[in-house]
Nanobody
């Protein structure tokens, strides 16, 4: 069973910074991609940033130049460095991982989600 847990959320003033971490656990054969999504009250969940196994990255236009996604393959952990935070960045941030596992000789591939961590940007 693969599990994801996010760390690092909290309350920060506008212009401040936070660093989110997403730790994975379980028997993982490979992680194909990891991403961060967010959902603000009354809004749909949206992609914030994604990083592939080949270190390609993609960002939502609203966070380009302010947020940076990275990963540590040895720890199967992804990070989201958030700088110059704005009140509109306030949301629950979710980690997502596209993971391959092996049962016997059979490969399985599916996405997993963490429970989310609250980020609030307010003075």
């Amino acid at each position: 069973q693969v599990q994801l847990v996010e760390y690092g959320g909290g309350l920060v003033q506008p212009g401040g910074s936070l660093r989110l971490s997403c730790a994975t656990s379980g028997t993982i054969a490979s992680i194909n991609a990891m991403g961060w999504y967010r959902q603000a009250p009354g809004k749909q969940r949206e992609l914030v940033a994604v990083i592939t196994s080949g270190y390609s990255t993609n960002y939502a236009d609203s966070v380009k130049g302010r947020f940076t996604i990275s990963k540590d393959n040895a720890k199967n952990t992804a990070y989201l460095q958030m700088n110059r935070l704005k009140p509109e960045d306030t949301a629950v941030y979710y980690c997502n991982a596209d993971v391959s596992t092996i049962t016997g000789s059979t490969w399985h591939r599916r996405e997993y989600w963490g429970p989310g961590t609250q980020v609030t940007v307010s003075s």
